[in-house]
Antibody, heavy 122, light 110 residues
Framework: QLQLQESGPGLVKPSETLSLTCSVSGGSISSSIHYWGWIRQPPGKGLEWIGSIRHTGNTFYNPSLKSRVTVSVDTSKNQFSLKLSSVTAADRAVYYC??????????????WGQGILVTVSS | QTVVTQEPSFSVSPGGTVTFTCGLSSGSVSSDFYPSWYQQTPGQAPRTLIYSTKTRSSGVPDRFSGSILGNKAALTITGAQADDESDYYCVLYMGSGISVFGGGTKLTVL
């Protein structure tokens, strides 16, 4: 059974870079039909897609975050990562990683990590 | 920027039927937007319910169904149960690799 697990610092200082990793087990990140995505949720608010990456390195980003976001993949470790630069208090959120099936006939998130809360504070 | 719209809240009686919608601030939703639906209870990760408009994810009871109603995507719960009380989110695919979440609908079962 596929499992995704987020890891990284739970506290980041304002103006610094948030860095998270998602470890995938029970399946290969080199799947030919899947992307791997990041979604976040500020406390008490809705979900927001951040970006998705394929094992080839092909990426798609939310236009509203694109200037600050980098998603990368490490196939040797079966992991993918998120970097969000110049963080502010508005970036405080639970960050989820998810498997993103995106192909000719569908686009949806079909498996989710449990999420990790990241707080931005000095 | 296109906004995906959902009703903020709904209430339903146990055993009742409720339909949520997922629309666009400008334009109509069709199956070409590959609407998907997710259920989230407080403190938990989202759970995938429906994708590609009407396909139920594995293990999702058939009381959950998806469709296109008029110019919106829709999620219907038939025979609502107490544990259906959750937040429900839709996602639309905008093309060029871009996915957009709706603001979510909070369902109360009472």
């Amino acid at each position: 059974q596929l499992q995704l697990q987020e890891s990284g610092p739970g506290l980041v200082k304002p103006s610094e870079t948030l860095s998270l990793t998602c470890s995938v087990s029970g399946g290969s990140i080199s799947s030919s039909i899947h992307y791997w995505g990041w979604i976040r949720q500020p406390p008490g608010k809705g979900l927001e897609w951040i970006g998705s990456i394929r094992h080839t390195g092909n990426t798609f980003y939310n236009p509203s975050l694109k200037s600050r976001v980098t998603v990368s993949v490490d196939t040797s470790k079966n992991q993918f990562s998120l970097k969000l630069s110049s963080v502010t208090a508005a970036d405080r959120a639970v960050y989820y990683c998810a498997r993103h099936l995106m192909e000719a006939t569908t686009s949806h998130f079909d498996s989710w990590g449990q999420g990790i809360l990241v707080t931005v504070s000095s | 920027q296109t906004v995906v719209t959902q009703e903020p809240s709904f209430s339903v009686s146990p055993g009742g039927t409720v339909t949520f919608t997922c629309g666009l601030s400008s334009g109509s939703v069709s199956s070409d937007f590959y609407p998907s639906w997710y259920q989230q209870t407080p403190g938990q990760a989202p759970r995938t319910l429906i994708y590609s408009t009407k396909t139920r994810s594995s293990g999702v009871p058939d009381r959950f169904s998806g469709s296109i109603l008029g110019n919106k995507a829709a999620l219907t719960i038939t025979g609502a149960q107490a544990d259906d009380e959750s937040d429900y989110y839709c996602v639309l695919y905008m093309g060029s690799g871009i996915s957009v979440f709706g603001g979510g609908t909070k369902l109360t079962v009472l």
